[in-house]
Nanobody, 124 residues
């Protein structure tokens, strides 16, 4: 089992920045690829970004490319999502997820463990 706890969400004005953190506990963190997803009210959960086990490969969704950066610190068992130039359409609950294989995938169903989510609200 892997437990994931997100933090860092909040209310920010359009154009602002936030950094989300996801602390993992349980199994060996470096064995897992990690992802960030988000879900807005009335919409399906969607892929935001993912990173492989070592942090050498990061994959942002087209909608956030150039604005969001995913990174990880295996020594701290933590994955981060740095969000810049935020837009109102980025408003959602953001979820951290762990995949029990080291390679990256973008599908919700490819991830085995999920955090409880953290709310990000961007005002215009």
């Amino acid at each position: 089992q892997v437990q994931l706890v997100e933090s860092g969400g909040g209310l920010v004005q359009a154009g602002g920045s936030l950094r989300l953190s996801c602390a993992a506990s349980g199994r060996t963190f470096r064995n897992y690829a990690m992802g960030w997803f988000r879900q807005a009210p009335g919409k399906e959960r969607e892929f935001v970004a993912a990173i492989n086990w070592s942090g050498s490969r990061a994959y942002p969704a087209d909608s956030v490319k150039g604005r969001f950066t995913i990174s990880r610190d295996n020594a701290k068992s933590t994955v981060y999502l740095q969000m810049s130039n935020l837009k109102p359409e980025d408003t959602a609950v953001y979820y951290c997820a762990a995949r029990s294989l080291s390679n990256v995938r973008t599908e919700v169903g490819s991830y085995d463990y999920w955090g409880q989510g953290t709310q990000v609200t961007v005002s215009s």
